[in-house]
């Protein structure tokens, strides 16, 4: 009875209850892939996509230059050798990530040192964009790394080759912060927390640290997460948790989980396999899931971070033939939640881009209120002036209920004019301003010298 009792308790922790136990990936059918498409062969390992409600966005091959591409989600299927491109870079483009606050803002960073930001029309490009809204230079040598901030509006984070992280102030064109005496080699990521109050940054000199971003002082750091050499990335988890990925002496993946208030030892460490490609880790906040996705592989494990041991509890794998270049990752507000859907990735190939959904098997066709707590809307919490001056805000939170509809006008991009050329779009509203004036001041006039001629 001993014996078998003990059986039971066994099979009991090998089994635990999860909603998200049997969470499965689906690749979308051909016909709602985007084909054809010469993806970045550039050695760099950043995301190589971002994505949208609105745009999905890749680095692309370019000769002479730095090019990505931005689609309209719905522009499905084969892309002509002629679709317009986002070109303005003289180098290589690394890095490339969408405001959080406005669809069709996005920014790229290139091997050029420079940090661009472009606005892309609701109905996608017709012709090629060189000339950015904004050019920020500050970086001395390439930048790999961009983030923009979750709640305050138009604060932008940079990490260069230079082992600089500047933190800029967009709408001013502004380098406000600038973190240059804290990291001793190159940065491999940066990120924020959930309202924006702290970095983290993972370093060649292979030290994991917390930021005062303001300060931009350290505040907890923590050496050789992980003792193998190669990159180590980190991410902020619930309750202040950190998860990072890494390799150990003999190069096996691991994967850990810290406690900032206590760094000496992980929580969990566990070791995954000897593949060679870093894993980017994607957190989901509202379901603790967090998917790693190793470039050069082709599969995404997922795991679900918990307060129990051993904290970090494997789910399953979604495996293909296929290797991944890169990988983009749907905001919550841009999946189908009537389909059950909890996350949508946008995987990259040497020449197109495959998205694959992850779902959780419900029968019942009502909204699933466990699976979609209230989410992180695209309203900012706060501005830039008032974040750099010392304001934290918690993110504006929507429901899914409904399926994301824009309740609030997307924010407006403005840029001190004063200090920046105006975008085209802003002069022609302006010259329609101005030719409205001239019509209503010849009408005056007629009517002015009408009433003359009566008297």
């Not at 500047?166 to 190159?186: F, K, P, Q, Y």
Request: with cysteine.
């Amino acid at each position: 009875r001993g014996c078998r009792f003990q059986e039971f308790t066994m099979s009991r922790k090998v089994v635990r209850t999860s909603k998200f136990r049997h969470v499965f990936g689906q690749a979308l059918k051909a016909d709602q892939c985007y084909d054809d498409i010469r993806i970045s062969q550039m050695t760099w390992d950043s995301n190589f996509c971002s994505v949208n409600p609105k745009f999905v966005a890749m680095i692309v091959d370019a000769s002479g230059g730095g090019a990505f591409m931005v689609l309209p989600l719905s522009k499905t299927g084969r892309i002509d050798m002629s679709y317009p491109t986002v070109c303005g870079h003289t180098g290589p483009v690394l890095d490339i990530e969408f405001c959080p606050h406005n669809d069709n803002i996005i920014a790229s960073g290139s091997e050029d040192c420079s940090v661009m930001i472009w606005e892309i029309p609701d109905s996608g490009l017709t012709t090629s964009l060189t000339d950015p809204v904004v050019k920020l230079d500050g970086h001395s040598k390439r930048v790999g790394i961009l983030s923009w901030h979750p709640t305050a509006h138009n604060v932008l984070m940079s990490a260069g080759c230079d082992n600089v992280v500047i933190l800029w102030n967009v709408a001013r064109g502004e380098a406000v912060v600038r973190i240059d005496s804290v990291h001793t080699d190159m940065i491999y990521s940066a990120c924020w927390n959930r309202d924006g109050s702290r970095i983290l940054t993972s370093c060649k000199d292979k030290t994991m640290r917390v930021l005062d971003p303001r300060k931009g002082t350290v505040l907890i750091e923590k050496e050789k997460p992980h003792e193998g050499s190669r990159p180590i990335r980190a991410v902020f988890v619930a309750d202040g948790k950190i998860l990072s990925t890494g390799f150990s002496r003999m190069s096996e993946r691991q994967v850990a989980l810290w406690d900032p208030n206590n760094f000496k030892e992980p929580l969990t460490l566990q070791e995954l396999d000897t593949s060679s490609g870093v894993l980017l880790p994607f957190y989901d906040p509202d379901t603790g899931v967090v998917y790693l996705c190793g470039k050069g592989d082709s599969s995404i494990r997922y795991f679900e971070v918990t307060d129990e041991a051993p904290y970090v509890h494997y789910l399953s794998m979604y495996s293909s033939k296929e290797s991944q270049k890169g990988m983009g990752y749907m905001p919550k507000r841009g999946l189908e939640v009537n389909k059950c859907e909890i996350a949508r990735f946008y995987k990259l190939h040497e020449r197109k881009c495959e998205p694959i959904v992850m779902t959780v098997p419900r029968k019942s066709d009502l909204f699933q209120e466990d699976l979609y707590p209230d989410t992180v809307g695209p309203e900012p919490s706060a501005e830039a002036d008032e974040w750099f001056q010392g304001k934290d805000a918690p993110p504006i939170l929507i429901s899914l209920k409904d399926g994301f509809a824009t309740t609030t006008k997307a924010k407006e991009f403005k840029v001190h004019k004063s200090l920046l050329k105006t975008t085209t779009a802003s002069v022609q509203s302006l010259r329609k301003e101005v030719k409205d004036l001239k019509a209503a001041l010849e009408e005056l006039t007629k009517r002015v010298s009408e009433l003359e001629s009566k008297n």
